[in-house]
Every structure is written in C-alpha cells, then in structure tokens.
C-alpha cells in the first residue's frame, strides 16, 4: 500500500482481471492499468426554381409513402431478432405453439431466482414464418366456435378461465398453464391484422339473441332493467337529429373552399380537432383528441372508398400523456372480451345485464355479477354506472395472476462522457448539480436503485456500497473485452447510499476537470451497461459531447460541410448496426436507453439515435452547448434534463392496439420495438412520447355503423405497481365520399405524413419524399375535384373547408429544416428533426411545422382567460409571413422548443421600458433569456401569456430576444414559411403551382 499526495489510495491489483481500485476524494484521475498489452429582413430575392416531380399517377402517394406495408425493421412485418421471447402471450395477442418449452410453477424459478423474462436464454425462438396448430391442440367442440386469437381453450372438465383474465406473456406476465394453440391452419404470421372468429355472434346458454349480426345493442346508459333480454332498441345513429346533423356537417365541412381567392384561412384561435359525427351518448364518451386521434373521423366503409378519397388513414396515440384526471381502478375483475381480448368500454352494448357484446369482433359475452357492483356508490344494479363505461381512458391496477415475479424496481444507470470537449463546454457541472437537486424527486419507492459510468477512451465505474466512507473509482483500459468489477456493488440502493452519491455528484467536475483526452468510447460503456442492468432491467441515460471514435461501435465523420445546400442530402441512415443491435439487446432485458447529444461538430446522430429508437428511449440535442459562449443551449439542457429526471416513468411495458373487425394496421412509427404482428416492446415509456399507425381496411365494414379502436399499455410503474391503462375511441363508418372530405383532421394528417416522410427519405431519397408530400395535396384535390359539378371548378383551386390548412401544411413541411433543400442544414441538425416527427406527439409536432405566431405589443385583458386567478391575455394568431409584421410592433414567435420575441426597429420606447427595462429599441440587449419582473400591467400581461404556452408543454423553450437589424433575426425570419426564398416558394406561388398540377 501506498499513498498518492492527491489523496488517492489503496492500489490493488487483482490477478483475474487486472484492474486498479481507487478510493478516496476523487480529487484527480487515477492511473490505470491495462488488461491486455493491446488496449487503446429578406430583402429582394432572385426569382426561385423548384424542382417537384410528378414521377407518378394520381395514386402516387401510396407507391411514394408505401402505406400498403412496413418501412423498416420496425415495422409490424418484421419477426423479432430476439430468441426466447414470447411476447405474443403477453397482453393477450395471437397466440403461436409453444410446444417443448415447459415453465415452472409459479411462484417457483430454476435455481432460486426469479427469471428475468419470460423464456430464458437458450429456450426455443418464436418462429419467423406462418404458424399454424399442432397435434396437441384442443379439439373442437360440435357447434362451438374455433378458437380465436388471444383466447385459450381450457382442458376438458375444467372451469373456463374469467372474462377479466388475460393470456399472459413476457416481463411481468404470467404464462397459462395450458399451451395455447390457434385455428388449424390459420396463418399468424400476416402483418398487422388481427383475426376473428367467423361468426358474429356466439350461442349463449343454449338461446340465440334475437339480435343479428353485427347490429349494435342499446348504447350504454340505456335503463337496462326497462329493457326485456332479447329486445334490442335500433343505434341511435339512424335517428332523424343524427342524419341532419351529418347533412349540417357536409355543408359546413365538405363545401369547396378557392384557396386562390380565400388566402388567409388560418384561424386567429388554435385550431380544434374536428368532432366525429355520433349520438350524444357516444359523444360524451368521446376520448380526448390529445390522446388518441384518427386522420379520419369518418371511416370509409371500403378500401376502395378509402382510395378514392386519397387521404391517408391512421391514428395518432399519446398514451402515456400526463393526465389531471384519471379514473384508476382496481378490482380483483378486468372484464374483457374472450374472443379478442378487448377491454369492456363505453362503446360496447349491452344485451341485458348479464352479457355485453364486443365493439370490435361482436362476439357476446357473460358479464361477471362482480362487474354490476358501482364502487362510487358500493351498491349492485345498472352495469352502465362503473366507471369503465363512463370514461374512455382509464387506468387499472392489475392484480397478481399478471405477474410472473416481482415487478421490477425503478433502476438508474448514467454513462458520462468526460472527455475534454465535455469538460470545456461545462456539461458535467450542469449535470451534476441538477441531479444533487433533484435525487429526491426521483421516480421510486425504497427499492429504487443508482449507478455511474464515466468514460473517455477508458471506462470507469465507481462502488457506493453502503458501509463505505467515500465513493471508489475503479478504471478499466481493456476496453475491447469489457468486463465488470464488482458486479454487484455498482448499483446501489439510493436510500441507502445517498450520502456516497452526493458526494460522488459534489467531486465530478473537479475530478475531470484537467482531461485532456478527446477520444470516447460510448460503445464498450453500453456493452458496460447491458451486463450491469441486464439481470433487472432499468433506464440508462447517455451524455455525449463527441463523436465515439475508439473502441466497438467507434464512428468516423461522414459529413462533407460543402453539401449542406446540397439538393441530394446523404448519410441520413446509420453508418453501423451496432447501436441497432445494441438497442435490440437492451429492448430484450427491459433497458431503455436515453441520448443526450451536445456536439457543436458532427456526432453521427443517425447513427447514434439508433440506442434510442429501438429501446423506446428518447433523444436530445443541444448543439453547441457552452455555458459561457452558449448560455441558451446550457438553460436548455437545465431544464429539459430536470424535467427529464423528475417526470413519471413505466418500466417493462408493452402496447397493443386493437380495431373493429375489417380493419388492419400495417405500420407503426415511433421509438419502440416490434415484437410480433401488433405488439410494440416499450422498456422504458415515457409521458413525452407520441406513437402513428398507419392502416388499411382489409372488408367491409358493414356489421356495424361505428368503428372503435382501443389502445392498452400494460406496464410497471415507479413504485412497483403493474397497471394497465387503456383508451378507447369510437368513429362513424360511412359510405359517402363527402363525409369522408369533411371528417378529414389536416392536423393529424399532417402528424401522419410527416412520419411517413421521414421513412421515405431514409429508404429512398429526399427528392422523392418531398415529391410524396406535394403529392398528397395534388391527388385529393384531384380527387375532390372529380366530385364537383365543372362548372364550379373552372380557374379555381377547390379544396373541401376541412382540409383548408393542409396545403399551407405541407409547404411548411417542405420548409422545415428536416426537409428542405438548398439551405446550409447541418446534417445532426437535419437528423434530429426527422427524429422529432417520429417520436413526439402532435400537438408538439405541429408547433414543429407551423410555429405559433403572435402580436405581443398592445396585449389587452379583453377576451383574456383566467387559469388558477391569473388573467392570461388571449392575442390572435397571425399567418407566417412578413406582411403580418407591423414596423412599431414586437412579436411572440413559438416554435415548440424555442421562443423568439422579435422587436421591430419603429418599436415604442413605452414598450421598451415597460417590457424590456430597456429606455429604447438601441438599447435592447439580445443576451437577455427571460423578461424581468417588472411591476406593471404590460409586463404581467407578456409574462402570463408566455408562461401559459409553456405549461402547456412538456419541453422546456427558452426566450431569445432579437431585434429587428440583429444577424440572428435569420433565426426568427427563417420560420415565416409563406414569404419566398432563393430556394422556396411563397405559399400563393404553391397553390399556383398545385392548381397546375391538378389541372393536369
């Protein structure tokens, strides 16, 4: 033993893997010792040229955007790399044979320890191809059913297993006894689509309902007790007020709009989701748009209806949305359908009280006599009264039979990058101070556990067993065979071992804070993290300031800085698989992996991003954060990385989407991992996270005259729970084209094709896809043009009043910075935006699109909104051009994760003062990131408003203040996507070019 005099100590040499343990104040770096000798204002402007190309017929955008199959790896068609996992139990899907692999009892694990998924390593792997029934499957039974998807046929002589049991599946739950088996010769293996039973109906107790087929029962809410089993009262949707209603909305919604004449059609109100056409009952029910949402609200009873219209179908879900109110239940009883595993909601009918019919596959089913106990009132009667049938988003607390062992604990890895350029940009200050605040509000309970990887070119891991004095570092040089030292001390209880942590927090960025090394090795530090969180599970954050350029997994620059105007934008795919396939390893082991990027050089993000997508993590990019020269990326990352550590958390989770029979979903897009046809592995699911479907309709939907779709998201929360929420929406089926036009949701087909888009362009070519996105236009308005007489189309551009934005829309997202061409992009820059369309939810990704815009200069009270007893002023919105810009005026610009107050240069001096604490516009100054606090009504107005637009939000967007004669006005100016550019056109030239290629 000896004694460093920078107070490090206790040089220990182990043999069997020849790594150096360090403890002390970790005042300095240690020296390490190798494991193997080998370790290493726009003014005039040219008159433009724009390049879109009509490679294709009218039906172009399902050849351009593909929506007819899967883009990706991610895609619905793509079988699971993973062997061993059989997901598809899990959540109650279709289920495949599991012949040969035999499971313990429960409660009962090989060895002592409870097993860490569902099948071990080495146990058969789900097959690829068609699957179809076994010997051992059930027989038949004279007259019954086959045995549909999701649902088990029990032994003979055995009780058959409650409507509210689910099969189970991988994570946390647990396996039926009994193997499951599908229809002989079914084929399981078909992309997206769910299978249902044949009939409409099944016989119960030995008496047919008179009901037929497919015909919806009373809606929920009827006086079941006054209703005779058997008698079933027509839908509400064929009565008299709910056809006038419809006839209301074709005038109002489907009438043909010239956009040549009506230019400014953007609201000065934020636009409201169109309301699907339904009975009043229905209607109250109505999930909440920001949750779950459809292209359309009128579903089209064919596919060649649907092709007619040329809109995209799909649905847009935010499922893990923070909610203010939200009904969670938990009851020994989860009623579900048998057939297709359907949770009940407010959208099914009842035949009488005993049984319900499904509103997806319509199958009947018996009605649990615990289901008709109202806990609100604790007394039995009307099955209507449970809160299940009143609200279409709820949250149960699953009971015990979900579970194959113990929920998993909330676990917490962090891997450092402290090389030099993350030490000169002041990143690990930040890091550590936000996490010494906020250690509390972690996301737990007493199991929760903690745990540190720093890294350069070597890797370091740090033990915090309780019991110790002070944190121990211990360095690893080998990094091309990473192994762990001390497995088991390098996650540690919080609770326990707060103080060491603290202390570890407290002696970080002195610690590093002469490093001179500029390599990184982020690849051996997943590897590291894999087997340190493998047996548990967890979320593992990255901070990477640089491009990882040694070890596995090391990059090289692929960007050439004189191609960012390029019209033939490269490189936008990864450069390797090994983040691809170290998420997918992660996914496996219930790890999530976040990615927070600070590079101000290029770092590789579409490679790198790869950790994140396929882990259902989460990526962030600050590009040249400094806390001195870049103090507006650092407040950023402050607040965002707050934000990111105290918000809630579910771990192990899984998300299946289930629709009305007829319909298929084909694609899906967002950060996750297909694990079979329809279930998306999410490890780690996020409040922040947005999730697109597309779909198709495979018959025709005439059973009934609603369609429903039901998310549920089964998962672990921080404190243990297993719980399962669920959201259900209900859409009118019509046959018209017209209601079609009019219940389209530009927005949402916005969300949608943007996703769509950044597929394209990752499989195809920039081009192509911008093509794709001017071709959506094109074809419906071809489309709706064939529907008017040709007298009224004659020197117009019509467009039904529904889809009136939609064109503004699209040339917008031309214009965004994932998209454009002929503009210096950064390709981080470009890459990271395309991520954004892919993972966040819609309300975000339209700010994304088309920033919010607004007069702040003469803020009134009238029409004001009061929230929480603050009056919030309530300015109209203004279009994005320049010639809704006054020369005395300021304006509020909000991009989604930025703000910009843009002062003009005529600006009064009252508003100078009173605003700014400025005596006039000279004196602005643009380093200023909040407005002060200053004690007049001007200055509350300006500050209420803002800080209402950003409670609303879950990201942070910091204030940037920019005069009018600024260089960074570019960064205000560039967002005004109606004004034309040397590289773009105005938005009327666009409708100009779009009536030419529809006359065409």
Known sequence: MFLFHINIYLHVTLTSHKLTQFSGYLHAPPPTLNRSPSASSLGSLPVPTYEFHRSMSASSMDGLLDITGPSSARSSAAPSPIPGLRYDYLEGGTPF????????????????????????????????????????AMPQLPGSMPPPPGSMRPPPGSMPPPPGSMPQGAGNMALPTSQMQGPPGQNMNVAGRRQYPNQSYQQVGGQMPTQPPGTMGPTVGTNLPNNQPGHIPQPMMNNLAAGVGKMNMQQSEARPLNLLQERHILPKTPIEPPKPKLSSENQKSQVNPDLFRCTLTSIPQTQSLL??????????????????????????????????????????????????????????????????????????GDPSRRPEIRSSTIEFIAPSEYMLRPP????????????????????????????????????????????????????????????????????????????????????????ESKELVQDLLNQLP?????????????GPALQAAY?????????????????????????????????????????????????????????????GADLFLFSSQYADLATLAGMAKFSAGSVYHFPGLHTNANPLQAD???KDFRRYLTRKIGFEAVMRIRCTKGLALHTFHGNFFVRSTDLLSLPNVSPDAGYAMQMSIEDTLNDSQTACFQAALLYTSSKGERRIRVHTMCLPITGQLSEIYAGADSQAIIGLLSRMAVDKCQSSSMQDSRDAIVNVCIDSMTAFKETLPSSQTIGTLSIPYSLRLLPLYTLALLKNIAFRLGSSTKLDDRVFAMEMFKSQPLSLIMLQVYPSLYAVHNLADEGSLSEKDVDV??????????????????????????????????????????????????????????????????SERLRNFIGWLLGKRTVHAPLQIIRENSPKRILFLQHLVEDRTESSMSYYEYLQHLQKEVKS
Request: aromatic letters at 8%; a negative charge.
């Open 97 to 136: 044979s599991s012949t040969g692999v035999q499971q313990p009892p429960r409660g009962q694990y090989p060895g002592g320890m409870p097993p860490h998924m569902v099948a071990p390593p080495g146990s058969i792997p789900p097959p690829s191809g068609p699957m179809h029934s076994t010997s051992n």
């Open 307 to 380: 092709q007619k219209s040329k809109l995209p179908l799909g649905i847009l879900i935010h499922p893990y949305k923070d909610l203010s109110h939200l009904p969670v239940i938990q009851s020994s009883v989860i009623v579900r359908c048998r057939s297709c595993r359907t949770y009940i909601n407010p959208f099914v009918s009842f035949i009488d009280q005993r049984r319900w019919r499904c509103n997806l596959c319509f199958r009947v089913n018996d009605l649990q006599e615990e289901f008709t106990f109202d806990p609100v009132t604790r007394t039995y």
């Open 408 to 495: 998993q604990p909330a676990v917490y890895l962090f891997l450092l990058d402290v090389s030099f350029s993350s030490v000169q940009s002041g990143i690990l200050p930040i890091f550590c101070q936000v996490l010494l605040e906020e250690l509390d509000r972690l996301p737990g309970d007493t199991r929760t556990k903690i745990g540190f990887i720093t890294y350069d070119n070597t890797l370091h891991f740090y033990n915090m067993q309780e019991g110790a004095t002070r944190p121990q570092m211990m360095v690893i040089s080998d990094i091309d065979d990473v192994f762990l030292p001390l497995p088991g001390d390098l996650l540690v209880n919080l609770n």
């Open 510 to 522: 002195s610690l590093f804070e002469n490093n001179k090394e500029t390599r990184t090795a982020l």
């Open 531 to 591: 087997k340190l969180l493998s047996p548990t599970g967890g979320r593992v954050t990255v901070i990477q300031s640089s491009l990882p350029t040694t070890g596995p997994g090391s990059l090289k620059s692929r960007e050439d800085p004189n191609q960012r105007s390029s019209k033939n934008v490269a490189n936008l795919g990864p450069a390797t698989d090994f983040y691809k396939k170290m998420a997918l390893d992660f996914s496996a082991q219930q790890i």
């Open 636 to 638: 950023r990352f402050e």
């Open 873 to 938: 002023p309530q300015p109209p919105l203004l279009g994005l051009s320049s010639e809704y810009l006054s020369r005395n005026g300021a304006f509020l610009m909000d991009t989604g994760d930025m703000m910009f107050l843009f002062v003009q240069a005529a600006i009064s001096p009252q508003f100078c003062q009173d605003i700014l604490d400025c005596p006039d516009y000279s004196s602005i100054s643009e380093s200023m990131m909040e407005l002060p606090v200053l004690e007049n009504p001007a």
